[in-house]
């Protein structure tokens, strides 16, 4: 799922809790429909869940993801698959797939134009892009706990750096008609996600995908302030004994002209 970052990524932590990231993009791989014999761009593989679900319908897929970490955790897991680091904005690939597939990734990648053109130069013509990102306003009420806090902590610097791009679906779309995909299927959804720890949901959840916001906090400063964080936001994200994210996703279906 990392793209181009330099976030360290733990993949455990990822495998562990946070599952649903992969679960969610088992439905993303039955839009991309693969094919005996296709050859398939995996990007932002991640751990490999989702290549391996690829591969499982005969076609030839290549994972690719940033993080040495979920690079060395996906060849673990699956030894018969192919796997390697390499960056979305930077992707070697020259005409060398029927499709590429990419699941929780783009929202990482702030350059995205060379993102889309990268993909765009790993196709052959009249190859598919199936994608699903964050969308605007995804996790809006989460981040924004976590910037009031750190703002009212002094770490304004840390509050005000952008991190992800969430585009509205007219945005993105827009961005790939300009680089000569056609889309064929396009949906902006909100996607309330149940979190798998009912006591540190938040707090879990931010150390595994917002470790950015934090990265120069001691740690025993950072607990308090993630605890601040999960305790500003149970009135609105704590129901039925469990804590909630309010994802908002972009996905897109889209081909090479
Ligand atoms: C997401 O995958 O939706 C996400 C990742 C990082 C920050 C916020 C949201």
Request: charged share 25%; net charge negative.
């Amino acid at each position: 799922m990392p793209a181009t970052t330099d976030t360290k990524w733990n993949a455990h932590l990822y495998d562990d809790k946070h599952a649903f990231v992969f679960k969610y993009g088992e439905d993303l791989v039955k839009l991309l429909a693969p094919s005996i014999g296709e050859e398939i761009l995996d990007l932002g593989c991640g751990t490999g869940h989702l290549t391996q679900l690829i591969a499982e319908a005969g076609a030839d897929v290549t994972g690719v993801d940033s993080s040495n970490e979920m690079i060395e955790k996906a060849r673990a897991a699956y030894p018969g698959l192919h796997f390697r680091v390499a960056s979305a904005t930077d992707l070697p690939y020259n005409q060398a797939f029927d499709a590429v597939f990419s699941n929780a990734v783009l929202h990482w990648v702030l350059d995205k134009e060379l993102a889309i053109d990268g993909v765009y130069r790993s196709l052959r013509p009249g190859g598919r892009f199936v994608l699903e990102m964050g969308g605007k306003g995804n996790n809006d009420q989460v981040l924004l706990a976590i910037r009031k806090v750190l703002t009212r902590h002094g770490y304004y610097t840390n509050a005000a750096t952008q991190r992800w791009y969430f585009p509205s679906l007219g945005e993105y779309t827009s961005l790939l008609e300009k680089r000569g995909f056609l889309i064929g299927y396009a949906s902006h959804y909100d996607r309330e996600t149940r979190l798998q720890d009912s006591e540190q949901g938040i707090t879990d959840w931010i150390r595994m995908f917002c470790s950015d916001f934090f990265s120069n906090i001691p740690e025993d400063i950072l607990n308090g302030l993630l605890e601040e964080v999960q305790d500003m936001l149970r009135p609105t994200h704590y129901r039925y004994q469990a804590w909630w994210a309010d994802y908002k996703r972009l996905r897109v279906a889209a081909t090479k002209q």
